[in-house]
């Protein structure tokens, strides 16, 4: 017998997605108000329920200190939001600059309900598509792009 696991978006359908990327709908108001700008805002108008995102690519020995930086960095606005009568988690995560994938990030998707095979998928691309930018940015260290004079 197959028990349904409940997901963070299990109970209602009205999920909107934004991300802090100019192509990308904006944030809610309740999240524009503010300074901060989480990479990535799932929220829900009829539950007032606001998932924020964090993504970080740190060296791998720097994981956990990431992920307390960030947890740290969303924690008066996720009080200010529960004040105001939404439900509000921060979920940092973590995928290193050499494609290792933190734990964050495979209780993220979870939390979401991907599993099985869709997960597994997600969690490779994730570490290669970190790993390759990394290579990427290293590769152009030396270029004054980068660098401000």
């Not at 720097?62 to 939404?86: N, P, Q, S, V």
């Not at 979401?112 to 998928?121: A, F, P």
């Not at 290579?135 to 030396?142: A, K």
Request: aromatic share 6%.
């Amino acid at each position: 017998m197959k028990t349904h696991r409940k997901g963070l978006l299990d109970g209602c359908d009205d999920w909107v997605v934004s991300a802090d990327l100019p192509e990308w709908e904006r944030h809610p108001d309740v999240i524009r108000k503010t300074a901060l700008r989480p990479d990535i805002v799932i929220h829900s108008a009829s539950t007032q329920q606001i998932i924020m995102v964090e993504l970080t690519v740190p060296y791998e020995s720097r994981m956990e200190e990431a992920h307390a930086f960030k947890e740290g960095k969303y924690l008066d606005l996720t009080k200010e939001l529960k004040k105001d009568g939404y439900e509000a988690k921060v979920m940092p995560v973590e995928i290193g600059a050499r494609g290792f994938v933190g734990s964050s990030a495979y209780g993220l998707l979870s939390k979401l309900s991907i599993h099985g095979n869709k997960r597994t998928k997600t969690l490779r691309l994730l570490a290669e598509t970190a790993e390759h930018r990394s290579r990427w940015i290293w590769s152009r260290r030396n270029e004054r792009l980068l660098h401000k004079d």
